[in-house]
């Protein structure tokens, strides 16, 4: 039963996971893509099936989160690998949804393992990926050779965090990214804080005021390095591109919500920088979010870099 959810995860991960495209399709990334054999075309994933709450972390970057109970999620990882090589994965456990609206508030290693089938599951997996395929990728899955060792915590405690080494090895690319960046924890932090926040500001009066081409147009290398590592094809882009700039004119346009609430976040060791809201609710979304008249509520997340040599931010990963 757990496989078979596991298989249908994938595939929406696989058919939905496309980031935001330019309207210019980017000829070099695709001729790259296009190089690169089906085969070869290996995408990496992390699946977690939850009994708790739970942080995702690559290489010190916050790639995903769930603040629920009993979760099965799957995260590509393509979009943060910039090469082959030692990789780090973390996840931070945290109490369940109950134990944090009481007193305890503390996470207990029953609610990560009781016994052998009601337990954390973390698969990290190597998939050949192909959007033509019935699960959209062509391989067979090693769940024994697969599953990542998960040690429960002595007692309790107010979170729990486990690490593992992954060893990447068939990535068909190498990306820049913000392997060359600023150290932005070297910068002063009120000066740095005053440079993102004005940068999340022009960002949002571009979403406010509907110039969504605008705004995704800023967004170059990352639309060129996500099209590569994702092997999306021309066609493809233009769709998404298309689809994105038609939802975000409905839900963006005078709905932007005034950048007030946000605590300012590096990751990467540094090389990358965000505004993320604290606590509550909506914890770990965006600043950049929007919220329509009849509440529904979407965020926009950027992650920032500032390429050496350069006085400016770019978005480089969301």
Not at 38 to 54: F, G, Q
Not at 102 to 112: A, N, V
Not at 149 to 176: C, N, T
Not at 184 to 203: G, T, Y
Request: net charge neutral; with cysteine; hydrophobic share 35%.
């Amino acid at each position: 039963m757990r496989k078979n959810r596991f298989y249908l995860l994938l595939l929406v991960l696989l058919i939905n996971c496309q980031e935001n495209k330019s309207q210019s399709v980017n000829k070099k990334a695709f001729e790259i893509v296009n190089k690169i054999p089906a085969e070869k075309r290996i995408s990496y994933a992390v699946h977690v099936n939850a009994l708790t709450p739970y942080e995702l972390y690559l290489d010190d970057i916050l790639i995903d989160f769930f603040y629920e109970d009993n979760m099965n999620n799957t995260t590509e990882l393509n979009p943060y690998l910039l090469e082959n090589g030692k990789h780090k994965l973390k996840i931070r456990y945290l109490p369940t949804v109950k134990d944090m609206f009481s007193k305890k508030g503390l996470l207990d290693p029953r609610d990560i393992y009781t016994r052998e089938d009601s337990r954390w599951h973390v698969f990290f997996v190597k998939l050949n990926k192909d959007p033509n395929a019935v699960l959209g990728y062509t391989n067979e899955i090693d769940y024994g050779g697969s599953e990542l060792k998960i040690i429960p915590p002595p007692s309790q405690v107010p979170y729990w965090e486990q690490e593992w080494e992954l060893d990447i090895k068939d990535l068909p690319y190498k990306l820049k990214g913000w392997s060359e960046s600023e150290d932005l924890s070297k910068v002063d932090k009120d000066q740095l804080k005053k440079e993102v926040v004005a940068f999340f500001e022009q960002q949002r009066n571009l979403l406010n005021t509907d110039k969504i081409e605008e705004y995704l147009n800023l967004t170059k290398t990352k639309n060129e390095e996500l099209d590569i590592c994702t092997y999306i094809t021309a066609e493809q882009s233009k769709i998404d591109y298309q689809e994105n700039i038609e939802l975000m004119s409905k839900l963006c346009p005078n709905n932007m919500q005034p950048i007030n609430n946000y605590e300012m976040r590096l990751f990467a060791n540094g090389k990358l920088v965000t505004l993320l809201i604290p606590s509550g609710k909506l914890k770990n979304w965006s600043a950049l979010m929007s919220i329509t008249p009849k509440g529904r509520k979407n965020y926009y997340r950027i992650l920032l870099h500032k390429p050496k040599g350069s006085k400016d931010f770019e978005i480089i990963r969301k």
